[in-house]
């Protein structure tokens, strides 16, 4: 694909419905999760963003045969054709995700070979906690050459995770599932795409019990059947187009949403004298007047989620006052904020912390995408500041929202894809 950028031309309303997409990254455990299956699995409400094209691309190396059709939102995979257990670095540096074939492969075959896992850069992001757990359940764990080695007969164990993770959770969790004997998993993490994973491999015949408490357990099974499985919507994805609809003083209704999933932004956007209301799967925003300065600090769920810090942190850079926004779960999720000094605002950023001093209007800028939800904040500055904003390495955004500047477009934004296109020689730019 061309290199692109996003030119956003600011200061429009946000007003009208739009729907939330499938989510990402439940999305992103429940197919591995499906190799685990003994028959075909269909899933549905699977989002068209191209962390799916790359686990597609992955299962399909495997041998797996994977029909997906983006339009319908649906995917069928059938693990029956698998070849392989490796899974190379190439493909797994692509995406954070991709540890998630370890518990597959691991659970389903006794062996996998994976590379590294890659995704946005928000400091040291470490497995230990996977490698921990599958270890704990009899699997002997090698470094060959840049690519982790994992394989054994796997028995029940009782794992306690050093620290909440949901990736971690989430991978022992899939390497347990067909593991001889039972498994008692506890600190857990308890984020909603944790109890979506854990339905699926429950509809398939698993038997997970306390998936969504920090305690679970799982009596392993020998065999799996297929189903069909519907994805729970993206909460993050309905929390940013929240955040862009009060951003823009706008008034916004999205449908096909999870209310509950989104209690901790609501709550601190109320804080902000934002309007938010909620009924059965449609929630409303809406915003008229300055909001006010906050204090936030992110945590696991059913805290204020990571994920939305940058978004969030983008609308608090036009409150009324100086905020504070602590980052507890990754050491380095800030990089927005540097950019968003390009446009105006005002942010000190102390390892951590971040005081966001609110500045009356931002003004457009070049800037450059850091990571995904980074991206996405830039996106919220970029519909907030007069003037045109351009986003280079919007790539990053593509990666787990779906037509995120269709959306908004449709809800009133301007916001275009035009090549990157060097004005003195015509090359494209390399960013
Ligand atoms: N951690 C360890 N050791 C481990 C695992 C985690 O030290 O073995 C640390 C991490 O370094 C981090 C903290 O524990 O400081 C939490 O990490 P966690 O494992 O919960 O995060 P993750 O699995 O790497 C997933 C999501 C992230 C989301 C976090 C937290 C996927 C593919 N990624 O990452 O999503 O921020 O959980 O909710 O599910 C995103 O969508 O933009 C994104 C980054």
């Not at 704990?136 to 909440?164: C, H, P, Q, Y």
């Not at 408490?213 to 099974?221: A, E, K, L, Q």
Request: hydrophobic share 40%; aromatic share 4%; glycine share 10%.
């Amino acid at each position: 694909m061309p290199e692109y950028k996003l030119v956003i031309s600011g200061g429009r309303e946000l007003r009208g419905e739009t729907s939330v997409s499938g989510g990402k990254n439940t999305s992103l455990a429940v197919i591995p999760a499906a190799l685990l299956a003994d028959y075909p699995c269909q899933i549905e409400n699977l989002p068209d963003i191209d962390d799916v094209r790359v686990l597609v691309r992955i299962l399909r190396s495997l041998g797996a045969k994977v029909d997906w059709h983006p339009e319908a939102k649906q995917m069928v995979i059938d693990p029956g054709t698998v070849t392989s257990n490796t899974v190379p670095f190439a493909l797994s540096q692509k995406m954070r995700a991709s540890y998630y074939l370890m518990g597959a492969l691991l659970g389903r075959y006794g062996s996998a070979r994976v590379g590294y896992p890659g995704g946005c850069d928000l400091g040291s992001r470490p497995i230990d906690q996977h490698l921990k757990g599958f270890r704990a359940l009899g699997a002997s764990i090698r470094d060959e050459n840049g690519m982790i080695v994992t394989e054994g007969r796997l028995k029940g164990a009782n794992i306690n995770f050093d620290m909440v993770t949901v990736g971690g959770t989430i991978n022992v969790m899939l390497a347990a599932v067909r593991a001889e004997g039972d498994t008692l998993m506890t600190n857990c993490a308890k984020e909603p795409h944790i109890v979506d994973t854990a339905n699926f491999l429950n509809r398939i015949g698993a038997h997970i019990r306390g998936a969504g408490t920090d305690t679970i357990r799982i009596h392993g099974v020998s065999r799996l059947g297929g189903a069909s499985y519907t994805v729970i919507p993206d909460q993050i994805e309905t929390g940013t187009l929240m955040i862009a609809a009060a951003a823009t003083r706008g008034d916004v209704t999205l449908h096909g949403c999870i209310p509950t999933h989104m209690e901790a932004l609501t709550a601190k956007l109320l804080e902000m004298g934002v309007m938010v209301t909620s009924q059965d799967d449609v929630i409303s925003v809406k915003l008229r007047q300055g909001h006010r300065a906050i204090r936030l600090s992110t945590q696991e769920y059913p805290g204020f989620p990571t994920d939305l810090q940058q978004p969030m942190s983008a609308l608090l850079t036009r409150a009324v006052g100086t905020s504070e926004v602590i980052e507890n779960i990754f050491e380095s999720r800030f990089k927005h904020l540097d950019e968003m000094r390009k446009m105006g605002a005002k942010a000190v950023i102390n390892g951590r912390v971040a005081h966001i001093e609110g500045v009356p209007e931002l003004h457009a800028a070049p800037v450059y995408a850091p990571d995904l939800r980074g991206g996405a904040a830039l996106v919220i500055a970029g519909l907030m500041a007069h003037g045109t904003t351009e986003i280079y390495n919007p790539e990053n955004i593509a990666r787990g929202y779906e037509h995120l500047e269709n959306k908004l477009n449709r809800l009133g934004a301007s916001i275009s894809r035009m090549p990157c296109v060097n004005e003195v020689n015509g090359d494209a730019i390399r960013v």
